[in-house]
């Protein structure tokens, strides 16, 4: 019997420290080659979509009124690139990006893990933030954990482990690495969820818990991270108790206490999708159901990362539900931007375990299968690797 491994990501950041982090804006036209821009909208948003490769970096951009270009998706990882091409509208920057990542993406991900690795050693710059909450983490803090990140991502689930655990033991004392301190061990419980070892993932965050004796922001980050691993392994009365603690500490914190922190946008969301799945598991459906309707999008959003997207997925998935599921993917398929989070959701990141079960299940209902015609592909044949994180089969249940 082999133990399961499962892509299951845990871990949403709800406090960082308080950091002005710059965006990275698209380079000269005259730097980029790629095919022409095509028009298209999707609700919120409309825009010439276009595919900029360079040498060591391709970005999906979009082109909008009085001249603004926003960012779509960077694509640093294969994750990215998974994201492009499962979207059936942006069949048209296929063979390119195909092209510069390969036909199997392992030129993409040899790359973004010789580009991180450089960087986190301190010999390069860090990649751009890929998302909200990384905006908010300095360009070195910010380096460790992409590195930890792509190499998770790529199925070195050992060499993530060690490389977290020898940064966490060479942090120095003091409060300014409280921050690093804190989502290295969550990084840490996060890579033993990968790896199927839920029952060590809730006994090194209780210990990590326990452990601090001064007030830290960064610890409920800690606390509301055990919640959800609760909530995963289906032991909702544990989860409800320590997120109902982690919410509480959470609002009483003050700019006065801790000046250098920041709570990041959809925290309260992360909180109501995880409260709901505990309730749903206790039989409080109704409630469940209230708490997930709350959870709202931000009118006109483009950009391919949505806290309240993620946050809905997550606690909805943790219900184990089809149908509920199915009838939120169904939303996320017609209202999603090119490239959007949902496009990698129904690729199968979670092989194994209870997520992938209920995602199976949503994928076979007809509204999901009518919500994806003409708009999602499910991809296979050479990027099946890429699929899986790289993650050898015979890492199933046997």
């Known amino acids: 019997m082999f133990l399961m491994k499962t892509k299951t990501k845990i871990g949403g950041l709800l406090i960082l420290p308080l950091v002005v982090a710059v965006m990275v804006l698209p380079l000269p036209a005259a730097a980029k080659t790629g095919p022409e821009p095509?028009?298209?909208?999707?609700?919120?948003?409309?825009?010439?979509?276009?595919?900029?490769?360079?040498?060591?970096?391709?970005?999906l951009v979009s082109h909008e009124l009085g001249g603004t270009t926003r960012r779509l998706r960077m694509i640093a990882t294969p994750d990215d690139a998974l994201a492009?091409?499962?979207?059936?509208?942006?069949?048209?920057?296929?063979?390119?990006?195909?092209?510069?990542?390969?036909?199997?993406?392992?030129?993409?991900?040899?790359?973004?893990?010789?580009?991180?690795?450089?960087?986190?050693?301190?010999?390069?710059?860090?990649?751009?933030?890929?998302?909200?909450?990384?905006?908010?983490?300095?360009?070195d803090n910010r380096a460790i954990l992409q590195y930890i990140k792509i190499l998770r991502d790529t199925g070195h689930f050992d060499e993530a482990l060690a490389f977290a655990k020898e940064r966490l033991a060479a942090l120095p004392r003091g409060t300014a690495a409280d921050f690093m301190r804190s989502d290295l061990k969550i990084r840490i419980a996060d890579l033993l969820v990968g790896q199927g070892f839920l029952d060590q993932a809730i006994e090194s965050l209780?210990?990590?818990?326990?452990?601090?004796?001064?007030?830290?922001?960064?610890?409920?980050?800690?606390?509301?991270?055990?919640?959800?691993?609760?909530a995963i392994s289906g032991r909702y009365d544990e989860a409800l108790v320590a997120l109902d603690a982690a919410i509480e500490a959470f609002k009483q914190l003050s700019p006065g206490l801790f000046p250098s922190y920041e709570k990041t946008p959809g925290s309260m969301a992360y909180f109501s999708?995880?409260?709901?799945?505990?309730?749903?598991?206790?039989?409080?459906?109704?409630?469940?159901?209230?708490?997930?309707?709350?959870?709202?999008?931000?009118?006109?959003?483009?950009?391919?990362?949505?806290?309240?997207?993620?946050?809905?997925?997550?606690?909805?998935?943790?219900?184990?539900?089809?149908?509920?599921?199915?009838a939120e993917v169904a939303q996320r398929i017609m209202t999603a931007p090119p490239a959007g989070q949902i496009m990698i959701w129904l690729q199968g990141a979670e092989l194994y375990g209870p997520a992938a079960k209920v995602r199976e299940q949503a994928l076979s209902r007809e509204i999901v299968v009518k919500a994806m015609a003409g708009r999602v592909r499910l991809l296979g044949g050479p990027l099946e690797p890429a699929l899986r994180g790289w993650i050898p089969k015979t890492s199933a249940p046997q």
Not at 40 to 59: F, H, Q, S
Not at 208 to 222: A, C, G, L, V, Y
Not at 279 to 307: H, N
């Open 38 to 59: 095509v028009e298209m909208t999707w609700p919120g948003g409309w825009g010439k979509v276009e595919l900029i490769v360079r040498e060591d970096r391709a970005e």
């Open 84 to 139: 492009v091409l499962a979207d059936e509208r942006l069949a048209f920057t296929w063979p390119a990006l195909l092209k510069w990542a390969g036909d199997d993406l392992q030129i993409l991900r040899d790359r973004a893990l010789k580009q991180a690795k450089e960087a986190a050693e301190g010999n390069a710059k860090s990649l751009p933030a890929l998302n909200r909450m990384q905006q908010g983490i300095g360009g």
């Open 206 to 230: 209780r210990n990590s818990i326990k452990e601090q004796t001064r007030p830290s922001p960064f610890q409920i980050n800690e606390k509301t991270t055990l919640a959800e691993v609760l």
């Open 273 to 326: 999708a995880m409260r709901g799945c505990a309730l749903y598991g206790l039989g409080r459906k109704d409630e469940a159901v209230a708490l997930f309707a709350r959870i709202k999008d931000q009118p006109g959003l483009t950009s391919s990362f949505s806290e309240f997207e993620e946050a809905r997925i997550v606690g909805i998935s943790c219900t184990r539900d089809p149908d509920l599921l199915a």
